[in-house]
């Protein structure tokens, strides 16, 4: 198995310059810039759900898009990596959940500000599932977010609430891991 260090994979999409514009389209300039990924480059396609696409409950304009530009650039890696919203009913950010709320408010929670949303991408239904013109067959690995029902969680990289000097996910339940040492920066075997 090839072990990619994440600092790698997120420097690597910081360089292919792929940009969301404030008007909805995609910065041509950008997304025409050569890429050359080597075996250790990952791809990280982010939400292309049914409900952030036309039709969808919190659709971003023009979405569908990037759908073709993601397909294309998905064939030049060997390691793709999806990430998927993927909600409870009754989520706590969903406006439908505080009686009184409307979506896009923003209230306090114990972990900090939360924007209400609309309900979107409830696990299990065709609004979670991935748009249906993604074509990544190669990819390896679907990263759920969101799916506590109490706290919202928008990275699928970090939890809510955990400092960027301790380590995360698995690396968090080893014992012999102090912070600033995770799996991908020690050296060496322990």
Sequence with gaps: MTVIDRRLFVFGLCGMGLTWTSVGRINSACAATKISP?????????????????????????????????????????????TQDWHTPGHISFASTHPGRKPFETINLAYGDQVLWPDHCVQGTSSADISKDISISHA??????????????????????????????????????PPNDTPSTRSGPR
């Design 140 to 177: 390896q690995l679907i990263v759920r977010k969101g799916y506590n029902k109490d706290m919202d969680s928008y990275s699928a990289l970090q939890s809510p609430g955990v400092g960027r000097d301790r380590p995360r996910g698995p690396a968090a339940d080893r014992a012999d891991c």
């Design 38 to 82: 080597d075996e250790r480059s990952v791809l990280i396609v982010v939400d292309v759900q049914n409900c952030f696409l036309p039709g969808g409950s919190l659709a971003v304009k023009d979405g569908e898009q990037v759908v073709p530009i993601v397909n294309r650039i998905a064939r030049a890696f060997a390691n793709v990596v999806m």
